[in-house]
C-alpha cells in the first residue's frame, strides 16, 4: 500500500506534474534491486523501442553490478552535490572557520575534469582569486552549455578579494568572468591587454554585467594586490600569445602558478625561451601549481616549429580546396597557417564567429601581422578557384552548432563538402568528444575528403607540457612542494611517477580535489579535511545555476529510459475514471507493437482508480502518486525498465 506523502513541498501554481527525479531526490536515488542488493548505477544495454519480456524464466540477465553495502557514488552525485563535509552556509558565514596569519588555498575547479579551471588563496581579510575559466558540457549534463566554478564561498567573502588575475584568453580560463563578475563584487581583474580585448567583446554581448574594473599587467610586472599579497607575472609558452605565469608572494612564501604552458622547441629539439625558469630558479619558491593537462604523456612537447612545417607539405600537396580545423583560440597557430597561406597563394576564409572574432583581436593589437586582403568574407567562396582556397573553421571537437559539423552535414549556407577536399584537423581531441570527432571524420571521407589528423602527421602541438618536460621544470626551478592542478586525477598523479625519477618524494607532490580548504604554512600544504562547494553551476541558455541538479537527473533518466504519459478523465466528485486512459510514450517502448502491456497498464490505472474512488472528494495528487508509483512498480516488472511515468488527470 502507497502512503501519502505529506511532506512533500507544495508544488508551484503551474505545474501540471511533479519531476520524477524530485520525488527520488532523497533517499539516494535506487534504481534496482537485485538478489537483495541496491544497484545505484542504471542498467546497461539500453535501446528503444525494445520489446518488453515477458518470460521471467528464460531472458539473459545482465551482468550484475554490485557496490555492495556503501554504493559508490555515480559521477554525477558527486559532480552535482556538495561533497561530504562541505561547509554549510552559517559556516561560510563564520569569520573564526580559518586560523588566523594562516595563508589557505583552494581549487574550486579544474582539478576533476577538463575545463572550469579556478583556485584561489586566502590569508585574513585577502583574498586573490587565480583564473575564472568555463567548463564544456559532457555526456553527464545533457543540453547544458556551459559548467562554471562555484562561487558560493567567494561570493560570501566578495568584500575580502583583492584581485582576480587571468593567466591567459582561453575559455577554460576566464570564460566564466561574465557569469560572476558581479557577484564577487566586480573585483580588478589583472590581465594582459589581449585578455582585456577579449574579456571586452565577451561582456559587451551580456548588458547586464557591472563595467569590469581591469588593470593590464606586462611581464614582470610587479604588482602589490593587498597588504599580504604580491604578484610578479612572466611569460609562458602556451598557445596564445601573452600566456603569463604567476609568481604570488604570500606570508607564507612564494606560489607559483603556471597558467597553462609548454616548453617550446627549435625545429633541432633544443628548448628555446629558458630564461624565466631560469628566473623562477632563484626565486626560493614554495609551492608550484603545475599545469597537468598532458602529465600523463611521455616524451617532449613537438616543436610547433615542426607543425608548421609539416601543415605546409600538406597545405602544397592539395589539389583542391583545403578545410582546416583547429581552436579558435589557438592564435599563435592561426597567424602561422595565414602567413603560410599568404606564402603560397592560397585566400583564407574563416567559418566561426570566435575564431573570426580571435583574429580580429590579435591582428588589431598587433600579434598576429598579415596583408589583410588575404582573408576575405566566406561569401565570396563559390568566385574563387578550388586550389586558392583554405578555409579556415571551427568545431573540431564535432560539436554539433560548429562550423565543421554545419559543413558535414550539408546545413552550410555557402560550403559543401566535394570529393578531392583536402580536411585537416590540426587539433587533439578532447577527452570525452572522441566518438564525436570520430563521427566527424567518417562522414567527411564518405563524401570523398581527404582527411589528415594528428594521429598521421604531427600536424598539432599541444600547449600543455608533457612529462619529460615537467620533470626538467622542477629540476630547474626545485620548489619544495608540487601541487598539481588542470585535469583529472589519474593525470595529476602522473606526477608523482614522474618527478620520482629524480628523487622527489612522493609526499611533497600534492594531491588535492574541486574544493579542499588547503592549509599551507612554511614548511607545509596539508588537506585541513573541510571542504568548500565545488560543485557544477550549470548555465543554460543565459541562465546561471537555474538548471538544477534535479533538472539535469530528469534529462538522464529520460535519455536512458524513456518516458510513459498517462491521461486519466475522472469524474471531479467520485473520481470515477470517466474513459480508458490515454497512454503516450517516448523512448521507452513502440506501442503498436506492446498492445498487450498497454492494456496491462489501462487495467492497473482503472483498478488503482476503483480504490480510490470511494473517497469522496478525490485529492489529484495522491491519485497522481498512486498512479505513478504503481505502474512504475508494474513496468519494471514487466520490462526491467525504469522509465519516467508522467500522470495527467483532467477532472470534468
Ligand atoms: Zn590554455
Given at each position: 500500500?502507497?502512503?501519502?506523502?505529506?511532506?512533500?513541498k507544495?508544488?508551484?501554481?503551474?505545474?501540471?506534474?511533479?519531476s520524477?527525479?524530485?520525488?527520488?531526490?532523497?533517499?539516494?536515488?535506487?534504481v534496482?534491486?537485485?538478489?537483495?542488493?541496491?544497484?545505484?548505477?542504471?542498467?546497461?544495454?539500453?535501446?528503444?523501442?525494445?520489446?518488453?519480456?515477458?518470460?521471467?524464466s528464460?531472458?539473459?540477465?545482465?551482468?550484475?553490478?554490485?557496490?555492495?553495502?556503501?554504493?559508490?557514488?555515480?559521477?554525477?552525485?558527486?559532480?552535482?552535490?556538495p561533497?561530504?563535509?562541505?561547509l554549510?552556509?552559517?559556516?561560510?558565514?563564520?569569520?573564526s572557520?580559518l586560523?588566523?596569519?594562516?595563508?589557505?588555498?583552494?581549487?574550486?575547479?579544474?582539478?576533476?575534469?577538463?575545463?572550469?579551471?579556478?583556485?584561489?588563496?586566502?590569508?585574513?581579510?585577502?583574498?586573490?582569486?587565480?583564473?575564472?575559466?568555463?567548463?564544456?558540457?559532457?555526456?553527464?549534463?545533457?543540453?547544458?552549455?556551459?559548467?562554471?566554478?562555484?562561487?558560493?564561498?567567494?561570493?560570501?567573502?566578495?568584500?575580502?578579494?583583492?584581485?582576480?588575475?587571468?593567466?591567459?584568453?582561453?575559455?577554460?580560463?576566464?570564460?566564466?568572468?561574465?557569469?560572476?563578475?558581479?557577484?564577487?563584487?566586480?573585483?580588478?581583474?589583472?590581465?594582459?591587454?589581449?585578455?582585456?580585448?577579449?574579456?571586452?567583446k565577451?561582456?559587451?554581448?551580456?548588458?547586464?554585467?557591472?563595467?569590469?574594473?581591469?588593470?593590464?599587467?606586462?611581464?614582470?610586472?610587479?604588482?602589490?594586490?593587498?597588504?599580504?599579497?604580491?604578484?610578479?607575472?612572466?611569460?609562458?609558452?602556451?598557445?596564445?600569445?601573452?600566456?603569463?605565469?604567476?609568481?604570488l608572494?604570500?606570508?607564507?612564501?612564494?606560489?607559483?602558478?603556471?597558467?597553462?604552458?609548454?616548453?617550446?622547441?627549435?625545429?633541432?629539439?633544443?628548448p628555446?625561451?629558458?630564461?624565466?625558469?631560469?628566473?623562477?630558479?632563484?626565486?626560493?619558491?614554495?609551492?608550484?601549481l603545475?599545469?597537468?593537462?598532458?602529465?600523463?604523456?611521455?616524451g617532449?612537447?613537438?616543436?610547433?616549429?615542426?607543425v608548421?612545417?609539416?601543415?605546409?607539405?600538406?597545405f602544397?600537396?592539395?589539389?583542391?580546396?583545403?578545410?582546416?580545423?583547429?581552436f579558435a583560440?589557438?592564435i599563435?597557430?592561426?597567424?602561422?597557417?595565414?602567413?603560410?597561406?599568404?606564402?603560397?597563394?592560397?585566400?583564407?576564409?574563416?567559418?566561426?564567429?570566435s575564431?573570426?572574432?580571435?583574429?580580429?583581436?590579435?591582428?588589431t593589437?598587433?600579434?598576429?601581422?598579415?596583408?589583410?586582403?588575404?582573408?576575405i568574407?566566406?561569401?565570396?567562396?563559390?568566385?574563387?578557384?578550388?586550389?586558392?582556397?583554405?578555409?579556415?573553421?571551427?568545431?573540431a571537437?564535432g560539436?554539433?552548432?560548429?562550423?565543421?559539423?554545419?559543413?558535414?552535414?550539408?546545413q552550410?549556407?555557402?560550403?559543401?563538402?566535394?570529393?578531392?577536399?583536402?580536411?585537416?584537423?590540426?587539433?587533439?581531441?578532447?577527452?570525452?568528444?572522441?566518438?564525436?570527432?570520430?563521427?566527424?571524420?567518417?562522414?567527411?571521407?564518405?563524401?570523398g575528403?581527404?582527411?589528415?589528423?594528428?594521429?598521421?602527421l604531427?600536424?598539432?602541438?599541444?600547449?600543455?607540457?608533457?612529462?619529460?618536460?615537467?620533470?626538467?621544470?622542477?629540476?630547474?626551478?626545485?620548489?619544495?612542494?608540487?601541487?598539481?592542478?588542470?585535469?583529472?586525477?589519474?593525470k595529476?598523479?602522473?606526477?608523482?611517477?614522474?618527478?620520482?625519477?629524480?628523487?622527489?618524494?612522493?609526499?611533497?607532490v600534492?594531491?588535492?580535489?574541486?574544493?579542499y580548504?588547503?592549509e599551507?604554512?612554511?614548511?607545509?600544504?596539508?588537506?585541513?579535511?573541510?571542504?568548500?562547494?565545488?560543485?557544477?553551476?550549470l548555465?543554460?541558455?543565459?541562465?546561471?545555476?537555474?538548471?538544477?541538479a534535479?533538472?539535469?537527473?530528469?534529462?538522464r533518466?529520460?535519455?536512458?529510459?524513456?518516458?510513459?504519459?498517462?491521461?486519466?478523465?475522472?469524474?471531479?466528485?467520485?473520481?470515477?475514471?470517466?474513459k480508458?486512459?490515454?497512454?503516450?510514450?517516448?523512448?521507452?517502448?513502440y506501442?503498436?507493437?506492446?498492445?498487450?502491456?498497454?492494456?496491462?497498464?489501462?487495467?492497473?490505472?482503472?483498478?488503482?482508480?476503483?480504490?480510490?474512488?470511494?473517497?469522496?472528494n478525490?485529492?489529484?495528487?495522491?491519485?497522481?502518486?498512486?498512479?505513478r508509483?504503481?505502474?512504475?512498480?508494474?513496468?519494471?516488472?514487466?520490462?526491467?525498465?525504469?522509465p519516467?511515468?508522467?500522470?495527467?488527470?483532467?477532472?470534468?
Open positions: 500500500m502507497v502512503a501519502r506523502n505529506n511532506n512533500k507544495p508544488l508551484p501554481t503551474g505545474s501540471l506534474v511533479p520524477e527525479a524530485e520525488q527520488k531526490l532523497k533517499p539516494p536515488r535506487v534496482h534491486i537485485e538478489n537483495g542488493q541496491v544497484v545505484v548505477a542504471p542498467p546497461q544495454n539500453k535501446t528503444g523501442n525494445r520489446k518488453p519480456k515477458q518470460n521471467q528464460n531472458r539473459n540477465r545482465r551482468p550484475k553490478r554490485d557496490f555492495g553495502r556503501n554504493p559508490l557514488p555515480s559521477f554525477s552525485e558527486h559532480r552535482l552535490h561533497k561530504e563535509g562541505v554549510s552556509d552559517s559556516e561560510m558565514n563564520q569569520t572557520l586560523k588566523k596569519d594562516t595563508v589557505y588555498y583552494v581549487p574550486l575547479g579544474g582539478l576533476e575534469e577538463i575545463g572550469r579551471n579556478c583556485g584561489f588563496f586566502e590569508y585574513n581579510d585577502e583574498i586573490v582569486v587565480i583564473d575564472m575559466g568555463i567548463q564544456f558540457p559532457e555526456a553527464e549534463t545533457p543540453g547544458v552549455d556551459w559548467i562554471i566554478p562555484n562561487i558560493s564561498y567567494l561570493e560570501k567573502k566578495k568584500k575580502k578579494i583583492k584581485g582576480l588575475i587571468i593567466t591567459h584568453g582561453h575559455y577554460d580560463h576566464f570564460g566564466a568572468v561574465p557569469y560572476v563578475l558581479e557577484k564577487l563584487g566586480n573585483p580588478t581583474i589583472y590581465g594582459t591587454a589581449l585578455i582585456k580585448a577579449i574579456l571586452e565577451k561582456l559587451a554581448e551580456m548588458p547586464n554585467v557591472p563595467k569590469m574594473k581591469f588593470q593590464i599587467i606586462k611581464n614582470h610586472d610587479r604588482v602589490k594586490l593587498s597588504q599580504n599579497f604580491t604578484a610578479e607575472f612572466f611569460g609562458v609558452s602556451h598557445t596564445i600569445p601573452d600566456t603569463t605565469g604567476v609568481v608572494e604570500t606570508p607564507a612564501g612564494k606560489m607559483v602558478h603556471f597558467a597553462d604552458f609548454r616548453l617550446e622547441y627549435d625545429e633541432h629539439g633544443n628555446l625561451n629558458m630564461e624565466e625558469f631560469e628566473w623562477l630558479a632563484k626565486q626560493n619558491i614554495h609551492s608550484l603545475m599545469d597537468s593537462t598532458n602529465a600523463d604523456g611521455e617532449h612537447s613537438t616543436s610547433e616549429k615542426i608548421e612545417k609539416n601543415l605546409e607539405e600538406l602544397k600537396a592539395a589539389e583542391g580546396r583545403i578545410i582546416l580545423s583547429t583560440s589557438m599563435e597557430r592561426l597567424g602561422e597557417i595565414i602567413t603560410i597561406a599568404e606564402r603560397i597563394g592560397r585566400k583564407v576564409l574563416i567559418n566561426g564567429r575564431m573570426k572574432e580571435n583574429i580580429e583581436i590579435a591582428k593589437l598587433g600579434y598576429l601581422k598579415f596583408n589583410p586582403g588575404v582573408i568574407p566566406l561569401e565570396e567562396i563559390k568566385n574563387i578557384p578550388d586550389n586558392k582556397i583554405l578555409l579556415l573553421s571551427t568545431g571537437q560539436q554539433e552548432n560548429a562550423g565543421l559539423m554545419r559543413i558535414v552535414t550539408g552550410h549556407r555557402h560550403v559543401q563538402i566535394k570529393a578531392g577536399d583536402t580536411v585537416i584537423f590540426s587539433s587533439s581531441v578532447i577527452p570525452g568528444n572522441e566518438r564525436s570527432v570520430q563521427n566527424l571524420k567518417d562522414n567527411f571521407s564518405r563524401q575528403a581527404i582527411v589528415h589528423t594528428n594521429q598521421d604531427d600536424i598539432h602541438s599541444s600547449g600543455h607540457c608533457l612529462a619529460e618536460d615537467l620533470l626538467t621544470v622542477v629540476k630547474m626551478t626545485r620548489p619544495q612542494f608540487v601541487i598539481p592542478v588542470h585535469a583529472h586525477y589519474y595529476r598523479a602522473a606526477n608523482i611517477q614522474t618527478l620520482k625519477k629524480i628523487g622527489f618524494p612522493k609526499e611533497k600534492i594531491m588535492l580535489d574541486n574544493g580548504i588547503t599551507i604554512t612554511k614548511n607545509n600544504v596539508r588537506f585541513t579535511g573541510k571542504t568548500v562547494p565545488a560543485y557544477y553551476i548555465v543554460d541558455g543565459l541562465g546561471v545555476g537555474d538548471v538544477e534535479v533538472v539535469m537527473r530528469d534529462r533518466h529520460l535519455s536512458e529510459e524513456g518516458m510513459i504519459v498517462i491521461v486519466s478523465t475522472i469524474n471531479k466528485k467520485t473520481g470515477q475514471l470517466l480508458n486512459p490515454d497512454i503516450i510514450s517516448r523512448g521507452f517502448i506501442l503498436r507493437d506492446n498492445i498487450e502491456l498497454i492494456n496491462q497498464v489501462r487495467d492497473k490505472i482503472k483498478n488503482t482508480l476503483n480504490q480510490t474512488k470511494s473517497q469522496r478525490a485529492d489529484s495528487e495522491y491519485i497522481k502518486t498512486l498512479i508509483e504503481q505502474v512504475s512498480d508494474f513496468l519494471y516488472r514487466k520490462t526491467e525498465r525504469r519516467m511515468v508522467l500522470p495527467v488527470i483532467i477532472e470534468v
